[in-house]
DNA sequence: ATTATATTTAACTGAATGGTTAAATAATAG
DNA sequence: CTATTATTTAACCATTCAGTTAAATATAAT
């Protein structure tokens, strides 16, 4: 099954943290309990704490509490569906760009559409190629005060 | 040469954002002007001015300046380099945990920390493997009203 | 020259991030 | 029971983020 959009936002940006990714690269090397994890590190404790609760979020990792002490193990699936994301563009990097033209042709609108986990765009403001200019929704009529 | 952690960053903040990869899946079917990138979102073209630049400030995207219209084309080197950090971690979710661990005896903590791109640890607080607490830097000894 | 089009910049806002310190919770050890 | 250890929660703060509207800029068309 093809991953949600809120699964890759959350992994994503998890991963975009470099604390974050330094983490699961220990996570790599076997479990660990939170001290250890946060031992390297020139940081304070909550604030590990929160970069695993991300982690654990994004279902990058999960804990298993073992008395007082959390064992952390890497949970790699998101990164697999990440990297499917990405593997798309692979044809690119690679060149291969009549194998990517090839697939498309193969491929409808709508199916890319739903793969890269665009929200459905419930209307268009316009059916031509180049709209007119950003229409004005939800009128706010606040002050404009120039402040700076 | 493997990438920064500043690039790997930008790379994945700019990745975890469904509206930039719309935009990224758009240009996989061709370079396309700004409005005709903007068209298919409910969003004013000034949210799309902002994507654009992020995902161009993340080198994922070029653009080219044709009279009045900017044509943007994809840029897939740091998608590469995201997909090589991430392949680390192929390892994990095929289950090959010998393979892994047979990598991981032959290659030095140090190499992985640099290629994880974990900042330079400074100070390790403590040598052992279960620090004591979290000690306070730079004390400010602000007044703690609770306000809530 | 005037008007229209494509796009950005400026100024602002509300919500999310990433960090802090102090206190709370939970489990183990003495 | 009391003290210690491991970790989280609470409250706060500064910065970044994603969006808005209004105005500015630059090119093209009439």
Redesign the pocket.
Known sequence: MQPSPAVLNKTF?AL??P??RAILSRLAQGES??????APF?????????????LEDAGLMK?E???????CRLEPTPMKDAAEWIAFYRRFWEGQLDALANFLENTSDKEIQNWTSHKPSSKRRSSSS???????????????????
Request: hydrophobic letters at 25%; charged letters at 40%; aromatic letters at 2%.
């Open positions: 940006s975009a943290d604390t974050r309990s939170v001290g250890e994890l946060a020139e940081m304070s404790w909550p604030a590990i704490s929160k970069h695993l609760r991300v804990r509490r073992d008395g007082r002490v959390h064992r180049a709209p007119s200019r950003p229409r004005a929704k939800k009128s706010s009529a606040r002050g404009r005060k120039k402040k700076r």
